[in-house]
């Protein structure tokens, strides 16, 4: 029986129905979803335009360039469309943002320079929406732009009208797709042109479902839809890449079959990444698209030489941020010294302490920054207030790359100490679940049916009261037994909450794991939450 077809067991059917899924074939098509189930591209408003207008440019030989964003997205979605059009015998130009030294989005002096050089079409990937002045210049200077991002572009409806939008806020799109990353917008995009051109020269880089699955996990869009099918064969198809850079970081950094959303949420994108944040995304970039062995060595000695000086610049920045008084507000203005880093010392900062944070740093009179917020904190409640003071400000609900002038500064800090940050009510928990129903084949079960966990689709969390706590260990996270009846379970919990111990009974949160070890598995439990009675 195809897995497909089998019954769905009793506990993943209440985990699922607490996720809000209502029907057996919403739960179905959540659980099984595969290739097979992608949508057609030309589903996505605009897309069939956009490719067709390229493919009319390639067939008239006009000069075209392609432009990202620096990230591990921007990257992974330039990489889509350069190995395409390479495919067809035709070497693009390309640029990626330069976090150090620019703005996240264009400026019109890059406009200049493209006109001045003869080029008749722009593509944009994980970035463009908000550039409302270089979408004018390009229309004025009679350069048709292809605008591939996944952003929230504030002046979307004064966007020229010449230009095509392929975002999902400009049009509505069915809700399979409306969360793509940039590079899932970048796939379905070079799937369209593959689709128009059927005998197109190259392999298909539409099969390359690794690469949005690289994106999705890096920009953490919800595991939902098409993003689950993406990371779901791009996790199985990652270790047998045709990408030889691919193939040769994931050997250098020990990376194995069968790899976990985690594996490349914390070993591998942010390896990708560090060059980025260091102000040279174009290594990643020849990376991927390097194919001489000795070259590709040489990239990921770069790579990883860069890694390590983001590794100590973010430790050394914490420190200091750690040390003051604004950590308490969530607003960092800091030195140049954090110029490239500011997303990725948000996010440190919001994940420690659970509130959203605003990290700048301030030169040549002109402020930068980047905004991040945990789960259950949204930005609208205070992007209002703040936005009439900013140059620039574009993102998603949980993170926002911004820049504004030194004057503003002060204005930009009254507005984010005044907002009473309030989280929205979040589920504590998907069901109850006693510990002494646990077993190896029943968290075998939630594995099976429920990866890749991440973003929307997070593990599971269960309910179990009236447990006793006993032999707390403290190290760098807290190691007891957890106690019900008959059953007795090692667990682990971050440090920072109380817990009682001894003959009081208490209500856990927790999700189950399991440790194999020469064939014997152990049950060991992820403790979230506490609750005294």
Same mark, same amino acid.
């Given at each position: 029986?195809?897995?497909?077809?089998?019954?769905?067991?009793?506990?993943?059917?209440?985990?699922?129905?607490?996720?809000?899924?209502?029907?057996?074939?919403?739960?179905?098509?959540?659980?099984?979803?595969? *290739?097979?189930?992608?949508?057609?591209?030309?589903?996505?408003?605009?897309?069939?335009?956009?490719?067709?207008?390229?493919?009319e440019?390639?067939?008239?030989?006009?000069?075209?360039?392609?432009?990202?964003?620096?990230?591990?997205?921007?990257i992974?979605?330039?990489?889509?469309?350069?190995?395409?059009?390479?495919?067809?015998?035709?070497?693009?130009?390309?640029?990626?943002t330069?976090?150090?030294?620019?703005?996240y989005?264009?400026?019109?002096?890059?406009?200049?320079?493209?006109?001045?050089?003869?080029?008749?079409?722009?593509?944009?990937?994980?970035?463009?929406? @908000?550039?409302?002045?270089?979408?004018?210049?390009?229309?004025?200077?009679?350069?048709?732009?292809?605008?591939?991002?996944?952003?929230?572009?504030?002046?979307?409806?004064?966007?020229?009208?010449?230009?095509?939008?392929?975002?999902?806020?400009?049009?509505?799109?069915?809700?399979?797709?409306?969360?793509?990353?940039?590079?899932?917008?970048?796939?379905?995009?070079?799937?369209?042109?593959?689709?128009?051109?059927?005998?197109?020269?190259?392999?298909?880089?539409?099969?390359?479902?690794?690469?949005?699955?690289l994106?999705?996990?890096?920009?953490?869009?919800?595991?939902?839809g098409?993003?689950?099918?993406?990371?779901?064969?791009? *996790?199985?198809?990652?270790?047998?890449?045709?990408?030889?850079?691919?193939?040769?970081?994931?050997?250098?950094?020990?990376?194995?079959?069968?790899?976990?959303?985690?594996?490349?949420?914390?070993?591998?994108?942010?390896?990708?990444?560090?060059?980025?944040?260091?102000?040279?995304?174009?290594?990643?970039?020849?990376?991927?698209?390097?194919?001489?062995?000795?070259?590709i060595?040489?990239?990921?000695?770069?790579?990883?030489?860069?890694?390590?000086?983001?590794?100590?610049a973010? @430790?050394?920045?914490?420190?200091?941020?750690?040390?003051?008084?604004?950590?308490?507000?969530?607003?960092?203005?800091?030195?140049?010294?954090c110029?490239?880093?500011?997303?990725?010392?948000?996010?440190?900062?919001?994940?420690?302490?659970?509130?959203?944070?605003?990290?700048?740093?301030?030169?040549?009179?002109?402020?930068?920054?980047?905004?991040?917020?945990?789960?259950?904190?949204?930005?609208?409640?205070?992007?209002?207030? *703040?936005?009439?003071?900013?140059?620039?400000?574009g993102?998603?609900?949980?993170?926002?790359?911004?820049?504004?002038?030194?004057?503003?500064?002060?204005?930009?800090?009254?507005?984010?100490?005044?907002?009473?940050?309030?989280?929205d009510?979040?589920?504590?928990?998907?069901?109850?679940?006693?510990?002494?129903?646990?077993?190896?084949?029943?968290?075998?079960?939630?594995?099976?049916?429920?990866?890749?966990?991440?973003?929307?689709?997070?593990?599971?969390?269960?309910?179990?009261?009236?447990?006793?706590?006993?032999?707390?260990?403290?190290?760098?996270?807290?190691?007891?037994?957890?106690?019900?009846?008959?059953?007795?379970?090692?667990?682990?919990?971050?440090?920072?909450?109380?817990?009682?111990?001894?003959?009081?009974?208490?209500?856990?949160?927790?999700?189950?794991?399991?440790?194999?070890?020469?064939?014997?598995?152990?049950?060991?439990?992820?403790?979230?939450?506490?609750?005294?009675?």
């Open positions: 029986m195809s897995m497909d077809k089998e019954n769905i067991p009793a506990l993943i059917l209440e985990i699922l129905k607490a996720r809000g899924f209502e029907t057996e074939e919403e739960m179905r098509s959540f659980l099984f979803s595969g *290739i097979s189930s992608l949508s057609d591209p030309f589903t996505i408003p605009r897309l069939k335009e956009a490719c067709e207008t390229l493919l440019a390639m067939s008239q030989e006009k000069k075209i360039f392609v432009y990202g964003d620096g990230d591990v997205d921007g992974c979605s330039a990489f889509l469309l350069l190995a395409f059009m390479n495919g067809q015998g035709m070497k693009t130009p390309f640029y990626l330069h976090r150090l030294d620019e703005n989005e264009m400026e019109t002096a890059f406009i200049d320079e493209l006109k001045k050089n003869g080029y008749s079409i722009l593509i944009t990937v994980d970035c463009g929406i @908000s550039s409302l002045e270089a979408m004018r210049k390009a229309e004025e200077s009679g350069i048709k732009c292809i605008i591939l991002d996944h952003h929230i572009g504030d002046n979307r409806k004064n966007l020229p009208a010449s230009h095509i939008y392929v975002n999902p806020y400009t049009d509505k799109w069915d809700a399979n797709v409306s969360c793509l990353s940039g590079a899932g917008i970048a796939f379905k995009f070079v799937a369209g042109m593959e689709q128009l051109m059927p005998s197109c020269k190259g392999k298909k880089v539409s099969d390359l479902f690794e690469i949005p699955c994106a999705s996990l890096a920009d953490f869009v919800p595991l939902k098409e993003n689950r099918i993406f990371v779901k064969e791009g *996790i199985r198809r990652l270790p047998f890449t045709s990408i030889k850079g691919l193939q040769f970081i994931q050997d250098y950094y020990g990376l194995k079959p069968p790899l976990t959303t985690r594996d490349i949420i914390m070993k591998l994108n942010p390896k990708l990444n560090s060059p980025g944040r260091l102000g040279k995304p174009e290594v990643v970039l020849e990376l991927f698209l390097e194919n001489d062995s000795a070259v060595s040489k990239l990921i000695d770069e790579i990883d030489r860069m890694d390590k000086e983001r590794y100590r973010v @430790s050394k920045i914490m420190k200091q941020i750690e040390s003051t008084e604004d950590s308490s507000r969530g607003f960092i203005l800091s030195g140049d010294n110029k490239g880093l500011s997303g990725i010392i948000a996010s440190r900062l919001s994940e420690k302490y659970n509130r959203p944070f605003m990290v700048c740093y301030e030169k040549n009179e002109t402020v930068r920054g980047s905004i991040r917020t945990p789960d259950g904190y949204y930005l609208n409640n205070v992007k209002s207030e *703040i936005e009439k003071y900013m140059d620039e400000m993102g998603h609900r949980h993170a926002v790359g911004f820049k504004c002038s030194s004057v503003n500064v002060d204005k930009v800090r009254e507005a984010w100490d005044s907002v009473e940050w309030k989280a009510e979040i589920m504590a928990y998907d069901c109850e679940l006693d510990i002494d129903r646990l077993n190896p084949v029943i968290i075998g079960e939630m594995f099976r049916y429920l990866e890749p966990f991440g973003k929307g689709n997070p593990m599971p969390i269960f309910l179990c009261r009236d447990v006793f706590i006993k032999n707390i260990r403290n190290g760098s996270q807290k190691r007891f037994w957890v106690k019900k009846e008959a059953s007795f379970f090692e667990a682990v919990m971050a440090n920072g909450l109380d817990i009682p111990q001894g003959k009081e009974k208490t209500d856990v949160y927790y999700t189950p794991c399991l440790r194999e070890a020469g064939g014997l598995y152990r049950i060991f439990l992820r403790i979230s939450g506490v609750e005294n009675q």
